[in-house]
């Protein structure tokens, strides 16, 4: 019993520094740009260039200069990166693009909620969260049975966990 709790306590002394050393990664450097997210683009020094852009259903952009250009799945840096390479490409010397997603993508659920639909998505949101914005759980639901499909990947989700824009979000029906 003593080995395990000097066990217990090494491994937890050992995720402790893993976490304090490594850096945390912000969230938007892990978002994935999508269809219908609006992008607040600034190339600098290029006033005709910079401004608010919807990514389409096939993940591009429609750029002055550089035409179409596909950001889907990529983050805003590589995004970034993409469009300043597509620029340097024999339109502008040294080009320096910003870019900032201005809004992100609805999410969607269904099932055993009140008003069941697309919403708007906020930063940090849980199941909850979105629970509450379709008006609470019909009296039917399983409140800790969810799923959530993101990417064409479905699992199970707690309702305390963050969603992400374009998540499918579905309140199973409990069973008596």
């Known amino acids: 019993m ?14 402790f520094l893993t976490a304090a050393t490594v850096p945390a990664m912000a969230a938007e450097d892990l978002y994935a740009l999508g269809a219908d997210d609006v992008l607040e683009i600034v190339v600098y020094g290029e006033k005709d260039l910079s401004g ?8 591009a952009i429609a750029m002055p200069l550089i035409g179409e250009v596909n950001v889907g799945g990529m983050t805003a840096r590589t ?23 201005k809004s992100s993508r609805p999410f969607y659920i269904m099932g ?19 629970v509450a914005l ?12 969810v799923e959530v499909t993101r990417g064409g990947a479905e699992r199970q989700i707690l309702p305390e966990e963050k969603i992400a824009p374009g998540d499918v979000i579905t ?4 069973f008596f």
């Open 52 to 59: 608010s852009y919807r990514i389409g259903p096939d993940g």
């Open 79 to 101: 995004a970034e990166e993409n469009i300043e390479a597509k620029l340097a490409d024999g339109y502008l010397v040294e080009p320096s693009v910003t870019m900032q997603v």
């Open 171 to 174: 309140v199973n029906e409990r």
């Open 2 to 15: 003593k080995h395990l709790r000097s066990l217990a306590c090494a491994l937890a002394m050992i995720a």
């Open 134 to 145: 379709a008006g609470g759980f019909t009296y039917r639901a399983a409140e800790g049975s």
């Open 112 to 130: 055993e909620v009140k008003n069941p639909g697309s919403y708007a998505y906020a930063s940090n949101m849980t199941v909850l969260n979105a």
